[in-house]
């Protein structure tokens, strides 16, 4: 599988953004796809992750109630809406899959791919 992430961009705080993950070659309904996020000098950090299959989304607390995680199987695409954005938003986020059990959604060394990441820069 190859993932490929777009959508990022410059946003006023209060605003709001839409990236994409799109998957190409194969893929198993056994999956998570996950975003994570890093901001410079920090450790990259779990943002939400969903079954490919489908099911609940789990989201991290910092950003629970303002992005939604989606995705689209006909396409073959995650996306994940960020609203209500805040300067500590800003990263580059990546998506990534991997076979990840349920308790260690959050551990990035658990997914096996990544995409290239897009930045997302929030200004105050």
């Known amino acids: 599988v190859q993932l490929q992430a777009s959508g990022g961009g410059l946003v006023q705080a209060g605003g709001s953004l839409r990236v994409s993950c799109a998957a190409s070659g194969r893929t198993f309904s056994t999956y998570t796809i996950g975003w994570f996020r890093q901001a410079p000098g920090k450790e990259r950090e779990f943002v939400a992750a969903i079954r490919w299959s489908g099911g609940r989304v789990y989201y991290a607390d910092s950003v629970e109630g303002r992005f939604t995680m989606s995705r689209d199987n006909s396409k073959r695409t995650v996306y994940l809406q960020m609203n209500s954005l805040e300067p500590e938003d800003t990263a580059v986020y990546y998506c990534?899959?991997?076979?990840?059990?349920?308790?260690?959604?959050?551990?990035?060394?658990?997914?096996?791919?990544w995409g290239q990441g897009t930045q997302v820069t929030v200004s105050s």
């Open positions: 990534a899959v991997g076979n990840v059990i349920l308790s260690s959604l959050h551990y990035a060394d658990q997914y096996h791919t």
